[in-house]
């Protein structure tokens, strides 16, 4: 049955991604860069807790003591307007909820929490480094929401 199993995985595995998830791939990885090289250290990437509720990445900012959740928007270019305008009400209320299910199966705590949006403007391969813009604090959860601890 395990050789089976084995064989159907190998049969069906998927050689390539399709191109924008592979340019998402990509982008992902540049922002992870770009926070390290910020100080911040990524704790995980990709953390799923639906099929909509999705975190790029979570983060800890040491000096401030603060837990970031990062969510990262490639674009291979700005003619169309920047990548943070495609995330909108119904894409902040996907990841808020998805934080709010983090920060409940947490054992400690953290004293602050943001959301922070990457923005990635290029193409792999390309000979131009990407642009990478890290803006901080772009949205917060709604005011009736509380913590709980």
Do not use: C
């Amino acid at each position: 049955m395990r050789a089976l199993i084995a064989w159907f995985r190998a049969r069906f595995r998927r050689k390539t991604l399709p191109a924008h998830l592979a340019l998402g791939r990509w982008g992902e990885e540049q922002a992870a860069k770009a926070l390290r090289r910020e100080g911040l250290a990524i704790l995980e990437r990709n953390v799923r807790f639906g099929p909509r509720e999705e975190l790029d990445a979570v983060a800890y900012e040491k000096e401030t003591e603060t837990l970031v959740f990062v969510e990262t928007r490639t674009r291979t270019s700005e003619a169309f307007g920047r990548p943070v305008e495609t995330v909108d009400r119904k894409k902040r209320a996907h990841i808020s909820r998805a934080a709010k299910n983090y920060l409940r199966r947490l054992h400690r705590k953290p004293k602050y929490f943001r959301f922070d949006v990457v923005e990635v403007v290029g193409t792999p391969g390309s000979p131009t480094p990407p642009l990478v813009r890290h803006l901080r604090n772009v949205w917060t959860l709604p005011d009736g929401w509380r913590a709980g601890w």
